[in-house]
């Protein structure tokens, strides 16, 4: 996002108060706007996490009340027009719609679309992602579906179904061993949440398994700048962890690079040319027998 920091207005701002004048508040609506120009889609969690950066002209506290703010000022910029709706993701909330068609060509075209040619074919790792919440899921979902790889977002400590569902699938895939790549929170529990995965894959798993964590990771907090705040006086787990870091603090776009960059390093050479060129050719023959059906 491009931003200017430390100017006169920055001074003179105190984002604790209740009521904003305008001035701020279109001001705060203006980042938002370029932000989500800059880098979509994103989650409200992510919007606000890169608004609460004090070095900003215009920010809001990393609090309820600065959530809340921003995700007030999102809804009346969509509302308003001024912002796209596909902009922002929300996965915690999905409708259950039944598909019909109005006949076998009708199928045969739309189903055209879907078809994915298996780019991991002659692959011999089992490569997939997990994630420690929904909102993260949202952010990372087109890559993961572009690159064919399964998406668990875990929604804090996995639950036993999950892993054992998941473990599953990668035993019925038949490579030699399996990946997990793993996005979560920096905090005393965050950091426990994808070894508790590791431990329930590797007890239905027939294979070799490797646990990557990608983020948030605490060198990456200094590297990247990350807002981050004092661990809680009554937490008793991990006394090493001593300062916290939400996912949704790394903004969206690096998130997804590191993402394919790492599931990248498991495909074979040129796979994912390849079966873009297969899937154009099969898509056609499909699209032909509609044809055929509707004539």
């Not at 209740?18 to 203006?30: G, M, T, V, Y």
């Not at 994630?131 to 399964?150: F, K, M, Y």
């Not at 965050?190 to 964590?213: S, Y």
């Not at 498991?266 to 509707?294: F, T």
């Amino acid at each position: 996002m491009k931003t200017v920091y430390g100017t006169s207005t920055a001074k003179s701002f105190d984002p604790s108060r209740k009521r904003w004048p305008n001035s701020w508040l279109e001001a705060l609506d203006d980042h938002l706007l370029d932000l989500l120009a800059e880098d979509w889609p994103q989650s409200i969690r992510h919007c606000f996490y890169r608004m609460t950066d004090p070095r900003l002209p215009v920010y809001v506290p990393k609090t309820e009340h600065g959530y809340r703010r921003i995700q007030r000022r999102l809804t009346l910029l969509r509302r308003a027009g001024r912002l796209s709706y596909s902009r922002l993701v929300d996965t915690t909330r999905a409708g259950h719609h039944v598909p019909t068609y109005g006949g076998a060509g009708d199928f045969l075209e739309r189903v055209a679309g879907l078809y994915r040619h298996n780019l991991w074919e002659n692959a011999d790792t089992h490569v997939e992602v997990w994630c420690e919440s929904a909102s993260i899921a949202g952010v990372l979902r087109g890559t993961c579906q572009e690159l064919a790889v399964s998406l668990y977002p875990t929604r804090g400590f996995s639950s036993l179904t999950l892993a054992y569902e998941a473990a599953e699938e990668i035993n019925e895939a038949g490579r030699v061993r399996a990946v997990v790549l793993y996005v979560g929170d920096y905090d005393p529990a965050g950091v426990l949440i994808d070894q508790a995965v590791e431990m329930e894959l590797q007890g239905h798993l027939h294979v070799p398994l490797e646990m990557r964590r990608l983020a948030i990771n605490e060198n990456q907090i200094t590297e990247y700048d990350l807002p981050a705040k004092p661990r809680k006086e009554s937490e008793r787990r991990r006394p090493d962890v001593k300062e916290t870091v939400e996912a949704e603090a790394m903004p969206a776009g690096i998130l997804r690079r590191m993402v394919r960059n790492a599931v990248e390093e498991y495909l074979p050479a040129n796979a994912l040319l390849a079966a873009k060129e297969a899937e154009a050719s099969e898509r056609a023959v499909l699209r032909a027998i509609a044809g055929e059906l509707a004539a």
